[in-house]
């Protein structure tokens, strides 16, 4: 960049301040928006990078297909799996993680942590990163643990914790163990907890399914040298499914209904349901931004060309050749990105806050990162935008514009230009608006839905399931919070409302029926006055209840029992309604044996207990008087949320004072679901709408120079009788056309977009014209309001004044 195009930038900026705003303000919110949005890409597909050798490790997922359909990869695998890897293919590099409900017991206190149990090869496959200790040699006794920095301040608060004893409860039995290294905190970015990590010993995990084939009692890891030899490995798995699995799949070959695919351990952050979409979409609106700034920039240095047309025709007669002209200006439009890249860089320091208040996130400027990517940033955006505005000005022929009594516009090929860049900018604009108003009623729909249940006055107890209870504690327990004046029901379940910690599927189907096609059904088990707690409606026949003894599949056993679905369930085993079902019989099929009778009672309406991304499948529910293996106690309460939450615990604390209690109404279990599309939703809504102020600002920087260029036609116009209402009435529709005309090519971009972002979720709203229509008046409503000062200026204009004007 030389001394001359320095100077030119300059003189631009102190002779035509306003046009010096818009165009570098413009370009300023298009990079601010570009970069906290790169950031956020960045943060959101960095997860698990900070580990060394993170590429070579990987998560081996469960994909089932049952019955001829796919279901959801898992990430929980067999806890045997591992064992049986090893034995067939020696050169496996392993290891296991099992999150664990820890309590720590100390000072007479208890306190839940989070736990990882994990096998001593953990550092061969997760090499997380060591403050103190030697962490691999720690793994290899079973009394020994390791805690991150945040639990050594909070438990050792005089530092020096290593070697420590710290009192843990694990799975209802308190050991002893002694503090061997401190692990270093773990970041935001990523999905692993090693808060406390502790050796795994299968003996000390309750349940039997250690080597049954369909269970998720863990988490297994492996590590690759390459990609290729991941792939050699992933492609033997199939006939390894079928040499070992065979005792536990009773039809076909058991690779056909179980696949183990294995996962880079950086990509399983975004494999959540609609995680990749989000990050794509928000990675998109920051380019789609930056480019209508871009655009702006275009827009107005081409509509001003013609103001400095003169100024090269005697740089073309003093010698300057076209090349020169063209370095000259791509020069001034380069300072002018560097200028914006640097208010764009403030802008997004300063907007940061509330970026991570709306986004629920903890993005900060990396500036070894930001600084080189700015820089680059600006080359590429001045050159983009400044180069056809120089090779416009740099062939402008000096002899007809000398000669000229008025500077050139362009002509009808540059007004046309100006109307395409108008009508790309707001297209674009006009999308971001469709796109905005259905991510907000979207997720407006999911929190106000109908579940099949009400949410309110629901309180979910997730200790009640800890092995740290016993069953007469858990007794004590529900007579307890049925004593209480605010308690309306009491249920226990192996499923409620934001809890995912056990699910299964059996094949159910009906007599005369193939097994080999019995649709895949969700059983659930449930106590006593479930339906009533949950206040479940009732679409045809009845609940179960204690009044009839086949009701309870618990003193049935391996007789006919009877069981309640849900309206999902009726397509699956082809009833036509519900009344149809009543009295129908189907049969449940067993892992270890024939297939078990069970009579329907009762068809439900639909209980959307899990994410809304998740397909509703049909349920099935079984009612047991008996301990169950895996359970959530949920209490139907009336009055305050927080004085029921005290009187419970406080009912807890008398009963099992060891055990920490832990409880969360049904709406705050459920919002885990809800926050990622609503954290998209902010940010999608903030890049939406700067982009569509930047399209403004473009557009009354165009008005006010093409009212100013037809200033004498306004005068002619008046002089032969126009009205002021005729005057603002022609240019404010100069200004509409482009805008209408965008919407010929925001409404298909905007329709496929959403059609897309909605086919991610099960319960969906409908993609209405409302959101089109209301997005164009918009649009139409923010044109105007942006042109209009201009125009009545210009309407008011004396004739005479206008006819003079220069």
């Keep these: 960049m030389n001394r001359f195009a320095l100077i030119s930038f300059y003189r631009s900026l102190v002779r035509h301040k306003l046009y010096a705003a818009l165009n570098i303000g413009g370009l300023a919110v298009g990079i601010a928006v570009f970069l906290v949005l790169t950031l956020y890409v960045r943060f959101e597909t960095g997860y698990e990078t900070f580990l060394p050798h993170h590429e070579q490790a990987y998560l081996l997922k469960n994909r089932w297909t049952l019955h001829g359909v796919k279901a959801a990869d898992y990430d929980g695998s067999m806890g045997g799996l591992l064992e049986q890897l090893r034995q067939d293919f020696p050169e496996t590099v392993g290891t296991r993680m099992k999150g664990a409900q820890a309590t720590v017991l100390r000072n007479g206190n208890a306190t839940t942590e989070g736990a990882e149990l994990v096998d001593p090869s953990f550092f061969d496959v997760i090499d997380v990163p060591v403050i103190e200790g030697d962490a691999r040699a720690a793994l290899a006794a ?24 710290m009192t843990i409860a694990l799975f209802g039995v308190s050991r002893d163990y002694r503090v061997a290294a401190i692990l270093a905190d773990a970041p935001r970015d990523t999905e692993l907890d090693w808060d406390i990590v502790m050796r795994l010993v299968p003996t000390q995990i309750p349940g039997s399914n250690w080597y049954h084939w369909g269970s998720a009692t863990l988490s297994t890891y492996l590590r690759f040298p390459n990609e290729a030899a991941m792939r050699a490995y992933s492609a033997r798995l199939p006939a390894f499914i079928d040499r070992r699995a065979q005792h536990d799949f009773t039809n076909g070959r058991p690779s056909d209904q179980l696949a183990f695919p294995l996962v880079p351990i950086r990509d399983v952050h975004l494999s959540r349901p609609g995680g990749k979409l989000a990050v794509t979409t928000l990675g998109l609106v920051g380019v789609l931004t930056l480019l209508i700034a871009i655009i702006n920039y275009v827009n107005l240095a081409t509509a001003r060309a013609g103001l400095r047309a003169r100024g090269v025709a005697m740089r073309k007669v003093l010698g300057a050749s076209r090349g020169a002209l063209v370095r000259h200006f791509l020069s001034e439009a380069i300072a002018t990105a560097l200028a914006a890249a640097l208010i764009g860089l403030a802008l997004a320091e300063m907007a940061l806050p509330v970026v991570n208040a709306a986004g629920d996130v903890t993005l900060t400027i990396d500036y070894v990162f930001v600084v080189p990517l700015l820089a680059l940033l600006a080359i590429v955006v001045g050159v983009a935008a400044g180069l056809y505005p120089a090779l416009l000005l740099s062939r402008f022929p000096a002899a007809a514009v000398l000669a000229s009594a008025r500077s050139p516009g362009g002509g009808r090929t540059g007004t046309r230009l100006r ?15 469709i796109g905005t108003g259905v991510l907000f009623a979207q997720t407006s729909h999911l929190r106000s839905a109908d579940l099949g249940f009400r949410r309110d006055g629901l309180m979910v107890i997730s200790s009640f399931g800890s092995q740290s209870l016993n069953d007469g504690q858990r007794a004590s327990l529900l007579a307890a919070f049925r004593s209480l004046p605010m308690t309306v ?4 379940a192996d499923s409620a409302p934001g809890d995912e910690s056990y699910t299964n599927a059996t094949g159910i189907y009906r007599p005369g029926q193939s097994e080999d096609s019995a649709p895949s059904i969700s059983t659930y088990s449930i106590g006593k006055d479930w339906f009533a707690t949950n206040d479940a409606r009732l679409a045809a026949g009845r609940f179960l209840d204690t009044a009839h003894r086949q009701d309870d599949s618990g003193l049935t ?25 009543i009295g129908q019989t189907v049969l449940e099929t067993e892992p270890d044996g024939p297939a078990q009778p069970r009579v329907i009672v009762g068809v439900i309406d639909n209980i959307r207990f899990h994410s809304p991304r998740k397909e509703l499948a049909g349920a099935l529910y079984h009612y047991t008087s008996q301990p169950m293996e895996y359970t959530v106690a949920s209490v139907r309460f009336q ?3 927080q004085i029921a939450l005290s009187a419970f615990r406080n009912a807890w604390r008398g009963i099992a004072p060891e055990v920490p209690f832990e409880a969360k109404t049904a709406a705050q279990n459920l919002t885990r679901y809800y926050k990622p599309d609503d954290r998209a939703a902010r940010l999608f809504g903030i890049g939406a709408g700067l982009a569509v102020l930047i399209g403004c600002v473009g557009l ?12 004498k036609e306004v005068g002619i116009r008046k002089t032969l009788g126009a009205s002021s209402t005729d005057i603002v009435r022609l240019l404010v529709g100069q200004f509409l056309r482009p805008v209408l005309i965008a919407n010929l090519f925001a409404w298909p971009l905007a329709f496929l977009a959403m059609r897309t972002w909605l086919a991610g979720f099960e319960d969906r709203i409908a993609l209405s014209p409302l959101y089109f229509v209301a997005a164009t008046v918009i649009s139409l409503l923010i044109a105007v309001a942006t042109v209009i000062a201009q125009s009545l200026r210009a309407a008011r204009a004396a004739p005479a004044w206008a006819l003079r004007h220069e």
Excluded: C, M
Aim: net charge positive; proline share 5%; no cysteine.
């Design 557 to 581: 056993g391996t007789g006919t029992a009877n069981v309640v679905i849900n309206r999902a369930a009726l397509s699956k085993f082809g009833f036509r309604n519900p009344d149809e079902a």
């Design 700 to 711: 009354w920087g165009l008005a006010s120079f093409n009212t100013a260029r037809r200033v």
């Design 419 to 433: 109307e395409g860049l108008v009508v790309i900018q707001f297209a674009l604009a006009i999308a971001f608006l």
């Design 639 to 641: 009055g305050d949320p």
């Design 142 to 165: 079973p009394n020994n643990v390791l805690i991150s920095q945040k639990i050594a301040k909070k438990y050792f608060p005089g530092g020096h914790a290593i070697g420590q004893r």
């Design 489 to 492: 029901a009491v249920t226990t």
